[in-house]
C-alpha cells in the first residue's frame, strides 16, 4: 500500500478551529475545538470510491446537528476530494453549532 503524503496547503486549508488529530494507513481523523465532534476520511482500497467520509459526535445532547451521528456521509475516489469534502463537513457542522448558539 503506497501511503499518502498530507501538504502543509492541505492542513492550512481546515477550518481555524478543527485540527487534525490521527492519521495511519491512509486514514484521517479530525477533532473540533472542544471534541463534541469528529470527521474522518476512511481508506478502503478495495472499493472504486476508495475514500469515506463521515462524522461522529462525541459528546454534548446527541443530534444537535438536527440529525443523526453518522446520517450525513459521502464517499470520494482520491484523497484531494476526500479532504475537500471532510472540509466542507467540517463546515457544516461549525454552521450548525454556531446557529444553536
Excluded at 481523523?29 to 472504486?48: A, G, H, L, M, W
Aim: proline share 2%; net charge negative.
Amino acid at each position: 500500500m503506497t501511503t499518502v503524503t498530507i501538504t502543509q496547503k492541505q492542513t492550512d486549508s481546515l477550518p481555524a478551529d478543527w485540527q487534525l488529530v490521527e492519521e495511519y494507513d491512509n486514514n484521517f481523523i479530525f477533532e473540533n475545538y472542544d471534541k463534541s465532534f469528529c470527521v474522518t476520511i476512511e481508506f478502503t482500497p478495495q472499493f472504486d470510491s476508495r475514500y469515506f467520509i463521515g462524522f461522529s459526535q462525541l459528546k454534548g445532547t446527541f443530534t444537535m446537528l438536527g440529525i443523526e451521528s453518522g446520517a450525513y456521509g459521502t464517499h470520494a475516489e482520491n484523497l484531494e476530494d476526500a479532504w475537500q469534502k471532510a472540509v466542507t463537513m467540517m463546515l457544516f457542522i461549525k454552521g450548525k453549532i454556531e446557529s444553536c448558539n
